[in-house]
C-alpha cells in the first residue's frame, strides 16, 4: 500500500505579520515546511504533496530541494478544497495522510500510529485534549464514546463548546474513500468555506468507525499562527535536543541555555557545554571537548582534548586534538588548526593553517597563511594579505618566532627557525635560523626639552 501525504500549506498566515509565507518561517534555522517535510521523510513507501497558496513562487524557490511535488491551491477555500486540489495524484488503494505545513514538531511515531488505524472499516484521526479548546474544530461522540463528526468552533452550539477534546487537523484515510467525500463538501458554515473535517461525518454515515490517538504531548500537534507561537516552539524543539544530546553523554550547565541549528555529523562523550553556546549547520565534536559560555560554533571540525574558551566565534573551521582556543578568538573559513595548537584573545585567522604545537596568543590577524609548527607569533601580528585588489599568501616556516607588532607585507615567507625583531615590517622573505629587523635605530635627545605653554 502506497502512502500519498499532503502537507497543506496554503494558508495565510495573517497574523504572523510578515512579508514572508508562514511556512518559510523557521525553528533552528529550517522552515517549519521543512520540518514536516523531515518527517515526513521517514516514512516508508510515502509520495509528498505541498499544496501550496498565498506566496507559493517564494516557498517553492526557498524549497526547491524538497523532492515533492507542489500543487497549487489559487484560492483558500477551506482545508477540503486544498485536499480537492490533490485529487487526481490519488489512486483509489492509496492510504492518504494530511498534514500541516505549519504544525511542526509531530513526531514520526504518533503519525504510524495515526496510519496503522487506517482500514477498509476505519478512518484515522489525530485529537487532542487542551484545557482551552477555543479555536480548534470539536470532537463530537455519541452515548458509546464514538466519534461521529467534528464540529468547528464558529459552528458549534453552547455544549459542544465545553468540549475539550479538538481535531489537531490530521487524519488518515484510503484514497477512493476521500476523493468521494470531498466531492460531496458543501460550504453552507459559518466560514463559507470546504471543510475537510465534514468528511468525519460522511465517514460514519458510511459504517466507518473514527479511531482516534493522541500525542505524547500537546506540543507535537501545536501550529504557528503567531510570533509567540514560533517563539514557543522553537524552545520546546531546543529543549528536545538538548535533552538528545545528554542522553548521547553530553554535559550542558544548562539545557535552556543551548541552541542547535543544525545537525551533528559526530558527538563523543564527555563533552562540555557552557551556557549559551550556539551549533550551526553541521558539526563534528569529539570526546572530552569542552565549549566555554556565548560560544558559536557553525560547520566545523573540533578534535579531541579541544578547549574552547568563551566568546569564541568558529566557523568552517578545523581544529585539531588537544588546541585551546579563545577566550574571544574568530576562526574564520578554512582555518586549520593542527594538533595541540593554541589560539587566544583577539586573534583571528581565516584561510590558514597552523602546524603542531604553534602559538597566536594575542591580538593577531592571520590569512592566507601557511604557518608551520613550533612557530609563536607574538601579540599584534598581521599578516597584510590585501592590497585592495589581490590577496596574497605568507609562510611562516618550523621553530620561527615572530616578535610582537610586526607585519608581514605578503607575498613573503618566514624561513625555518627565524627570527622576527618586534615592530618590523617585512617585506621581503627572510633567512632561516637568522634574526630580521627593519626598525629604524633607537636614538635619544640629550638636553631635549619639554615645550611650553605660550
Ligand atoms: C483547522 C480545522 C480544525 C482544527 C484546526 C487545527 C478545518 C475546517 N478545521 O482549523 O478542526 O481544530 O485546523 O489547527 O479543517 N489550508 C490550506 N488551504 C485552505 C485552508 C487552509 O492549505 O484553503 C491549510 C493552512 O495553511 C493550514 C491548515 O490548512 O496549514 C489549517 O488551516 P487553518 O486555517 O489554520 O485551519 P483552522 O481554521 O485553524
Ligand atoms: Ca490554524
Keep these: 500500500m502506497k502512502i500519498k501525504t499532503l502537507i497543506l500549506a496554503a494558508g495565510?498566515?495573517?497574523?504572523?505579520?510578515?512579508?514572508?509565507?508562514?511556512?518559510?518561517?523557521?525553528?533552528?534555522d529550517r522552515a517549519l515546511l521543512h520540518h514536516v517535510y523531515d518527517t515526513s521523510t521517514q516514512?516508508?513507501?510515502?509520495?509528498?504533496?505541498?499544496i501550496y497558496g498565498h506566496g507559493g513562487e517564494l516557498v517553492k524557490n526557498q524549497l526547491a530541494q524538497l523532492n515533492v511535488t507542489w500543487i497549487e491551491q489559487?484560492?483558500?477555500?477551506?482545508?477540503?478544497?486544498?485536499v480537492k486540489q490533490a485529487e487526481k495524484h490519488i489512486n483509489d488503494d492509496d492510504i492518504v495522510l494530511v498534514l500541516y505545513g505549519d504544525v511542526p514538531l509531530l513526531k514520526k511515531d504518533t503519525i504510524a500510529t495515526l496510519l496503522a488505524n487506517v482500514s477498509d472499516q476505519s478512518l484515522a484521526l489525530l485529537t487532542v485534549t487542551l484545557a482551552n479548546p477555543t479555536g480548534y474544530g470539536r470532537i463530537v461522540r455519541d452515548q458509546q464514546h464514538r466519534i461521529i463528526k467534528i464540529v468547528e468552533q464558529k459552528d458549534a452550539n453552547e455544549?459542544?463548546?465545553?468540549?475539550?477534546e479538538?481535531?489537531?487537523?490530521i487524519l488518515a484515510t484510503q484514497g477512493g474513500k476521500l476523493k468521494n467525500w470531498i466531492a460531496r463538501l458543501g460550504n453552507n458554515n459559518a466560514q463559507k468555506e470546504y471543510y475537510l473535517t465534514d468528511i468525519i461525518e460522511m465517514a460514519v454515515h458510511d459504517g466507518l468507525t473514527v479511531i482516534s490517538n493522541q500525542p505524547h504531548n500537546e506540543d507535537e500537534v501545536l501550529g504557528v499562527n503567531n510570533r509567540q507561537q514560533l517563539a514557543h516552539l522553537e524552545r520546546v524543539f531546543q529543549l528536545e535536543q538538548?535533552?538528545?544530546?545528554m542522553e548521547l553523554g553530553v554535559t550542558l550547565r544548562d539545557p535552556a541555555r543551548l541552541d542547535v541549528r543544525g545537525q551533528f555529523s559526530q558527538l563523543g562523550q564527555d563533552i562540555e557545554i557552557d551556557v549559551n553556546v550556539i551549533f550551526e549547520g553541521t558539526n563534528q565534536i569529539a570526546n572530552n571537548v569542552k565549549i566555554g559560555a556565548n560560544c558559536l560554533i557553525k560547520n566545523s571540525v573540533i578534535a579531541e582534548n579541544v578547549e574552547i574558551l568563551p566568546n569564541s566565534i568558529i566557523e568552517d573551521a578545523?581544529?585539531?586534538?588537544?588546541?585551546?582556543?579563545?577566550?574571544?578568538?574568530?576562526l574564520r573559513p578554512q582555518a586549520e588548526l593542527a594538533e595541540n595548537v593554541h589560539i587566544g584573545n583577539f586573534v583571528e585567522i581565516k584561510k590558514s593553517s597552523v602546524g603542531v604545537g604553534s602559538k597566536i596568543n594575542h591580538l593577531s590577524y592571520i590569512g592566507d597563511s601557511i604557518v608551520g609548527s613550533g612557530v609563536n607569533i607574538g601579540a599584534g601580528t598581521i599578516t597584510c594579505n590585501y592590497d585592495g585588489v589581490n590577496k596574497f599568501q605568507t609562510v611562516i616556516e618550523d621553530g620561527a618566532f615572530i616578535g610582537s607588532d610586526t607585519q608581514l607585507i605578503a607575498p613573503v615567507t618566514v624561513g625555518k627557525n627565524a627570527t622576527i625583531g618586534a615592530g618590523s615590517t617585512i617585506t621581503k622573505d627572510t633567512?632561516?635560523?637568522q634574526l630580521t629587523l627593519s626598525r629604524p635605530k633607537q636614538i635619544s635627545l640629550p638636553g631635549w626639552q619639554r615645550p611650553v605653554k605660550k
Excluded: D, W
Design 12 to 28: 495565510q498566515g495573517t497574523r504572523m505579520r510578515s512579508k514572508l509565507p508562514k511556512v518559510l518561517h523557521k525553528i533552528a
Design 43 to 50: 516514512l516508508e513507501n510515502n509520495e509528498i504533496f505541498v
Design 74 to 82: 489559487a484560492q483558500q477555500l477551506g482545508t477540503g478544497h486544498a
Design 159 to 164: 455544549a459542544e463548546q465545553l468540549i475539550t
Design 166 to 169: 479538538v481535531n489537531t487537523g
Design 242 to 245: 538538548a535533552n538528545r544530546l
Design 318 to 330: 578545523t581544529v585539531g586534538a588537544g588546541c585551546r582556543v579563545g577566550p574571544f578568538a574568530r
Design 431 to 433: 633567512p632561516a635560523e
